[in-house]
């Protein structure tokens, strides 16, 4: 990839060019040259001694060279000199010992000189020879290297070249999309891309082979691939281009997404029972508060209708007298029916549905179901409600969880203090988010509670789960809002929630 350089786990033989330092005695191919080569001027000169006719003695010099481009080839530079000395001692004693041969200088200096040639271009045929060795087991090397790295990466690789014709394909992506890499490589990469995907990447591949205009390469991107079979599945590709490869050579990392997809559906479901399990036990917190609450209505209901019937039955009440008493034992019904439908909807499980709630009314109607019955007594409560607050898109019964939870939380820290005030304030959207502020005049948090406040099993009650506040930050941020908590400058503890601003629609 551009920009990228591997650096191959290689270290290659260093390769020595000096004349006078290529001759090493432990090199055991060197040794066998030379002796070679010896042999070879010995049996040279024990043939012009005994059995070529000395009429054709001379004939023989020309086969010294031979013994040396041996040496020389195997054993180098000083190999090849020590032949033509051993060449020249050889040819010379020779010359005295047959009778008509010619002792000529000049084919002694023609020797020594071709004896020199020959051993500068044996040493480096030598090297030569020796650099394409190491090359070849280099180059093998790196490419099982390279094998090695493309069959044990856990991420598919895959290779195409300008056309989106396969070229490689790695064990991974064969068992990603259940072709084998003999069946795919030739193929177009259009066959592992739903027929949605198929024309597409034909004119990317075209647009960018004449523009240059990169999308997708360089970036990692997540699309849907298709198996042999024809299953479609996620998958995360990264595509890449190598250095200097001139659009002509792309190499593309893919990873399914499968299993990850589904860890994280079971997650959200898993996360979801949960929320529902929290809003459950709240169930019995909230009985005795809401028969308190549902009592007042009732027993309204019951007086109101009985004075009616009493009227009736003595007419002693004009007809708008009862007219009056029945509608208000209707307004204590339909209050009765708010407050069970409030606890119902709470309690309802659902899914993660989202729409536009005006953020007071969602924020009065939380505030007021916490604070329902004797969690509320005592306690002055003031609403800083703005009207140009606005809405936000949420989950209305989870945004309410959390400041059912939050305002029940401050009720339950205030039960010895002697002053008992909490505050709730939204503010207008600034910067597309609004504030929702709780705060209370209770004894805050201490560095250590405020230190891990979020955290799930934290709690400072004796029958609390400390599940809370963690579902708290876990609604809020899937929202894409923020919950942070610290010391109001007054005293107490104060919570701010930040969430995205909306609009009705």
């Known amino acids: 990839m551009a920009g990228r350089t591997i650096i191959m786990p290689y270290r290659t033989e260093t390769s020595d060019t000096s004349l006078f330092n290529s001759y090493h005695f432990s090199d055991k191919n060197a040794l066998r040259g030379v002796a070679l080569a010896c042999l070879i001027v010995i049996v040279l000169a024990l043939a ?7 009429e054709y003695a001379e004939s023989v010099d020309y086969l010294w060279p031979i013994g040396i481009l041996i040496a020389a080839s195997t054993g180098g530079f000083i190999a090849g000199l020590s032949v033509t000395a051993l060449a020249v001692c ?19 200096i023609g020797l020594v000189f071709s004896g020199i040639f020959l ?45 989106g014709t396969i070229k490689i394909f790695n064990r991974a992506a064969e068992e990603q999309f259940g072709w084998s890499a003999q069946d795919i490589i030739g193929r177009n990469l259009n066959v592992l891309m739903p027929g949605t995907y198929r024309a597409a990447h034909d004119d990317y591949l075209a647009r960018y082979g004449e523009t240059g205009e990169r999308k997708v390469i360089g970036t990692p ?12 599945f996620p998958i995360e590709i990264f595509i890449g281009e190598p250095e200097g490869a001139n659009r002509d050579l792309y190499v593309g990392f893919t990873k399914d997404l499968t299993q990850e997809r589904s860890t994280q559906n079971r997650m959200s479901g898993l996360e979801a029972q949960l929320i529902h399990a929290t809003r459950t036990s709240s169930l019995g917190q909230f009985g005795s508060a809401l028969a308190h609450e549902i009592n007042q209505p009732l027993a309204s209901i019951y007086n109101y209708l009985a004075a009616a019937k009493k009227g009736i039955e003595t007419g002693a009440f004009s007809r708008e007298l009862q007219f009056e008493i029945i509608s208000k034992a209707e307004a204590e019904a339909l209050r009765a029916g708010e407050i069970i439908r409030n606890l119902r909807s709470f309690l309802a499980r659902g899914s993660f549905d989202k729409t536009y709630n005006d953020l007071n009314q969602l924020v009065d109607e939380a ?35 959390v400041v059912i939870n939050i305002v029940r939380n401050a009720a339950e820290a205030l039960r010895d203090c002697e002053r008992r005030e909490i505050e709730v304030a939204t503010s207008a959207p600034s910067n597309g988010y609004v504030e929702l502020t709780i705060t209370d005049s209770g004894k805050g948090f201490s560095l250590d509670q405020q230190a891990h406040l979020f955290k799930p099993f934290m709690t400072s009650k004796s029958d609390g789960l400390g599940l809370g506040l963690a579902i708290c930050r876990t609604i809020v941020e899937n929202h894409g809002g923020t919950i942070t908590a610290q010391n109001s400058p007054g005293g107490g503890a104060q919570f701010k929630i930040r969430l995205p601003s909306g609009k009705v629609a």
Do not use: W
């Open 367 to 401: 505030v007021s179901l916490a604070l329902v019955g004797s969690n509320g007594a005592g306690i002055h409560l003031t609403k800083i409600l703005p009207e140009d607050a606005g809405a936000i898109n949420c989950d209305r019964i989870q945004i309410q969880q």
């Open 48 to 54: 012009k001694l005994t059995i070529v006719p000395a």
């Open 90 to 108: 050889a040819d010379s004693m020779t010359d005295q010992l047959i009778p008509r041969a010619a002792d000529d200088p000049l084919n002694i």
């Open 119 to 163: 051993s500068v271009g044996g040493h480096v045929f030598k090297k030569v020879l020796k650099a394409s060795a190491n090359m070849v087991k280099s180059l093998t090397y790196h490419q099982r290297f390279i094998d090695s790295v493309f069959d044990t990466s856990p991420d598919g690789i895959v290779v195409s070249d300008g056309t």
């Open 221 to 232: 991107s997540t699309f849907s691939g298709v198996r042999k079979d024809g299953t479609i």
